[in-house]
């Protein structure tokens, strides 16, 4: 009698899937391990309390006109970044990391909880939606963009190359149950509900940035007192003066131009399909879901061994090569399904790969910048390149454009992107003063 291989398999599986977790924690040397784990688990409760919004947001931008619509509220965005650059500069300049980090996070915490009192009044739901999806771009780009200043602050480069995919997995698991918290619980409880329940994400997430200061106290005690000081026009000026920051904001503005084009086609099909915020809510937690899960996946079987073996460079690169190829093929086969194909694939390579191998670059710049250049490109440069990319979509929309013509230029921005990423690390800076962790 033949014996059954499916408990076999089963088990061949688990042990795979166990070798990769702890071929990853292998890379945490002695000392290092509460503080990648509070870093991890902050992060996870960062995008959570993100990813449990994001749904809602998309479904205002389809019911407020999709493409046509988009390119307005992303104007107000990059204008309320405009302003808020400065705001937050002076932050950098006047205060220690203890105490501005907590500040910007409680400044959202606030935010917040207004923003859930603001659902439950009968307020114009077209200014509900623009309201909504303005702050909620801001939050995400700040508090996101101070998460990863504080890791390359936490750890050195060669640290960075460890355990930022480390980090980014906790982070990707966070925008795994985001959607889905908000796919099963938005029908019986409402809007208002989920924002405090991103709400306590968010909390949680200051008390674990808490936690990772306090623990990195004794080895970096100089750097949690230590004021940045400089000018709050820093960052912006630092940027275009020095040229791996100039580098990366054109790396930023090329990688985030497929995903502002497939993201515009992608909110016109769900305006179309799509009758009720719910159910809008609905589709757009599935795709989140789906492009999270692939995340995962790429962050489990390749960020650390391509970091390591191939540095940040070719990290960036290839997948933005990989991402060009196949939009030539979309090109030529030109189904409106594979709109929504290609927008899961470039973000979860952009979220995968790219993303952890972007943050470890800035674990060779100096202080200052690594918070105020890095906190201008992630949030000015990036929604200033979307405008203008939804601006072109909207006219390429108007004009009839095809599903090849919007693939062409996918494909062209993602070719350059990669040519930009592939020598980046030619430009690090010759000597910067490494305040991590050893």
């Keep these: 009698m ?50 449990i919004l994001r749904p809602i947001r998309e479904q205002f931008a389809s019911a407020a006109g999709g493409s046509q619509a988009l390119p307005t509220l992303y104007l107000y965005v990059f204008i309320t970044m405009l302003i808020l650059t400065p705001v937050f500069g002076a932050i950098f300049t006047r205060f220690a990391r203890r105490t501005f980090v907590p500040l910007i996070y409680a400044f959202f915490c606030v935010c917040m909880a207004v923003i859930a009192w603001l659902l439950t009044l009968p307020i114009d739901p077209q200014l509900m939606a623009k309201v909504f999806y303005i702050w909620l771009s801001v939050f995400n780009l ?69 936690m990772l200061f306090k623990e990195r106290e004794s080895v970096q005690q100089d750097i949690n007192g230590e004021v940045l000081g400089g000018s709050i026009w820093a960052g912006a000026i630092t940027t275009f003066q020095e040229p791996l920051l100039r580098r990366m904001a054109l790396l930023l503005l090329c990688a985030g131009g497929v995903s502002s084009v497939l993201y515009s086609l992608q909110s016109d099909y769900v305006a179309q399909n799509f009758s009720t915020p719910v159910a809008r809510t609905q589709f757009f937690s599935i795709i989140d879901g789906i492009t999270n899960l692939l995340t995962v996946l790429l962050q489990l079987a390749l960020v650390r061994y391509m970091l390591s073996n191939y540095g940040a460079g070719r990290t960036m690169s290839l997948p933005n090569a990989v991402n060009a190829a196949a939009f030539l ?29 972007r943050e470890s670059v800035y674990t060779h710049v100096a202080r200052e910048p690594r918070f105020k250049a890095k906190n201008f490109i992630d949030t000015v440069v990036w929604r200033g390149g979307d405008v203008l990319c939804m601006t072109l979509t909207a006219w390429m929309v108007r004009k009839s454009a095809s599903i090849t013509d919007f693939a062409l230029v996918c494909a062209l921005f993602a070719a350059i992107a990669a040519m930009l990423a592939w020598n980046v690390e030619r430009l690090y800076p010759a000597a910067v003063k490494d305040r991590g962790v050893d």
């Excluded at 960075?160 to 149950?177: C, D, E, H, P, S």
């Excluded at 093929?329 to 952890?356: E, H």
């Design 2 to 51: 033949k014996s059954n291989p499916k408990p076999e398999l089963k088990a061949d599986s688990e042990s795979k899937n166990l070798g990769i977790f702890t071929s990853l924690w292998r890379t945490v040397e002695a000392g290092e391990a509460k503080a990648v784990l509070l870093s991890a688990a902050c992060f996870f409760c960062v995008l959570t309390s993100y990813y």
């Design 142 to 210: 700040f508090v996101v963009s101070v998460f990863w200043s504080c890791m390359a602050d936490v750890f050195n480069a060669a640290s960075a190359k460890r355990l930022f995919g480390i980090i980014a997995l906790g982070g990707t698991a966070g925008a795994v149950l985001g959607p889905n918290i908000a796919a099963l619980l938005v029908k019986p409880l409402g809007l208002p509900a989920m924002c405090l329940i991103a709400l306590g994400f968010l909390v949680l997430a200051l008390v674990l940035m808490l």
């Design 329 to 357: 093929i979309i090109a030529v086969i030109a189904a409106p399904i594979l709109v929504s194909v290609a927008l899961i694939l470039s973000r979860s390579v952009g979220y995968g790969l790219i993303g952890p191998a």
